[in-house]
């Protein structure tokens, strides 16, 4: 029996909602490099997000 495999790394999905969608629609081209820079970053480490504030949902 050798080795046990190594585990490959869990990746966050991201989903979007209508209200999401209409709020991508208002950004700029910066502001949506910035964003999608932030996604790329939360998808590879899911520890790295900030916490929500307190009662947003």
Do not use: C, F, W, Y
């Amino acid at each position: 029996m050798g080795l046990p495999l190594p585990v490959p790394p869990r990746r966050s999905q991201v989903v979007l909602v209508e209200p999401a969608l209409s709020q991508l629609e208002k950004l700029t081209a910066a502001e949506t490099h910035r964003l999608d820079r932030a996604i790329v970053a939360i998808t590879v480490n899911p520890p790295a997000a900030p916490l929500p504030a307190p009662g947003v949902a």
